[in-house]
């Protein structure tokens, strides 16, 4: 559904993906007095979201989720290259030399990925660049599917884990299948959207992972959709899963459906994995690239 992103500002943020990377805001909520107990933060929180969808739109593609938190106020961490948690946010165009020049022109100074990028098991030609939040963008070159926009398409999420088999049995049991593997990384899909991926990487052995509140800058957590997410719930109860929180439901009051039931879960590097209560009906399968 959304792969979620803490800023100190959320308009500058916008004004930075949508206009080098064509996503347009379809979703807007104001948090005002809300409980976010179930996240580990007090029980009166205020924030801005904003969900930023590619070219194919709601229920066909995932979205990034900007969220400005202001109180408490969205709180910096520096982390150092290789330290576990989600390490970038990629997107899949048809022409990176057109990319190139569009960041240039903007006045950005991509970086060149010596020997590609490791999307789907294979290496991509890429670039990457920082958004104004520190947060690492990919840009792979990835030849499109016949009914895609010829616009940059979101196309993975990048994770370090500072145990990846371990990792890879926690993301297994939750529904993702292997899409590909090496000795040190795995490409991780969902059966339901396999045109996005949740690329593992083996972080270095040194590397530990730092406590993230909810409010934490850059890169928290994920959102996936699920049927029935008291279903889920109970599914992962009678398999022992650890550290069980029941659902509970977010009200935003300011979008269609006035909110959802989620569940949220950690991952063993403490990466958060929200379930949210979203029929597969609504949600259309996209095509999957060549």
Known sequence: MHCNLNTVEQARAEAYYTT???????????????????????????SETVFLYDQR???AAAALELVE?????????????????????????PSLSRTRQRLAEAGHDPVEVAGGSLVRGAHRPAVRVQDPDGVV???????????DPQTALISH?????????????????????????????VSLILPEDPTF???????????????????????YR??????????????LAAADHPGLQQPTFIPMPDVPTGGFTVLFLADPDGVVVELVDRPRTEVRRPSEPR
């Open 20 to 46: 080098l990377f064509e996503v347009v805001p379809r979703m807007r909520s104001t948090g005002k007095g809300v409980d976010a107990t179930c996240m580990g933060m007090p029980s009166s929180i205020d």
């Open 137 to 147: 963008v990919e840009l792979v070159e990835i030849e499109s599917a016949p009914s």
């Open 157 to 185: 999420e990048r994770l370090s884990c500072s145990d990846l088999s371990a990792s890879l049995r926690w993301y297994s049991r939750i529904g993702f299948a292997e899409r590909a593997r090496g000795e040190d990384w």
């Open 69 to 93: 938190w202001q109180a408490p106020a969205t709180a910096a961490l520096r982390l150092s290259p290789g330290t576990p948690g989600l390490a970038a946010i990629g997107y899949r165009v």
């Open 222 to 235: 994920m959102a996936l959709a699920v049927d029935d997410v008291r279903a889920a719930h109970a599914a």
């Open 197 to 219: 991926s949740l690329e593992l990487e083996q972080a270095p052995p040194s590397a530990v992972a730092p406590q993230r509140a909810a409010n934490t800058q850059g890169l």
């Open 57 to 59: 739109g709601p229920r």
